[in-house]
């Protein structure tokens, strides 16, 4: 296995990137802002895209992005207290469906796909009850379903392109 890296620099000196390869193909590329801190690290698996790493100026994970075979394949989102915001699930660079969270933790919300269109969204109390289901077609709202806490229904709005 032969291994290398290249590494560029701002203009002020500080270290900008270091690509590393195994074999010729990309393996690791890490990127800084100009204090010095890692911006983002993206990796390879046999030259193609694995997973990338974002990160806030302050050093804490903002994103993770993980792909197989270049292709992404899940999307984690973190709020600046270290909680997951939200997870997108992907096949072959398709959205699927994201799930949303409360700041607390909780599932706030899910919302599903077909063909990269959003199909059914779904919104959570705090306390895990569904609190509103909206069907869309085409992307817009064909209908949502409120409910109060208890599971029962408080109102039924249908809508025709998207509008009441």
Do not use: W
């Not at 705090?126 to 229904?153: C, F, P, R, W």
Request: aromatic residues 10%; glycine residues 10%.
């Amino acid at each position: 296995m032969c291994s290398s890296d290249l590494t560029s620099y701002h203009k002020t000196g500080e270290v900008k990137q270091v690509q590393e390869y195994i074999n010729g193909k990309d393996s690791k590329t890490t990127f800084y802002h100009k204090t010095g801190e890692v911006q983002r690290v993206q990796e390879y698996v046999n030259g193609k895209r694995s997973k990338l790493t974002i990160y806030h100026k302050t050093g804490e994970v903002e994103s993770v992005i993980e792909s197989v075979n270049g292709k992404r394949s899940r999307g984690t989102f973190y709020h600046k207290n270290g909680g997951i915001e939200s997870v997108e699930e992907y096949i072959n660079d398709k959205l699927l469906k994201v799930t949303l969270y409360y700041k607390t933790g909780e599932i706030e919300g899910v919302i599903e796909f077909v063909n990269g269109n959003p199909l059914k969204a779904t919104r959570y109390f705090k306390t895990g009850e569904v609190m509103q289901i909206e069907e869309l077609v085409n992307g817009k709202k064909s209908k949502a379903t409120h409910y109060h806490k208890t599971g029962e229904i408080n109102e039924v709005v249908g809508f025709v392109n998207g509008k009441e």
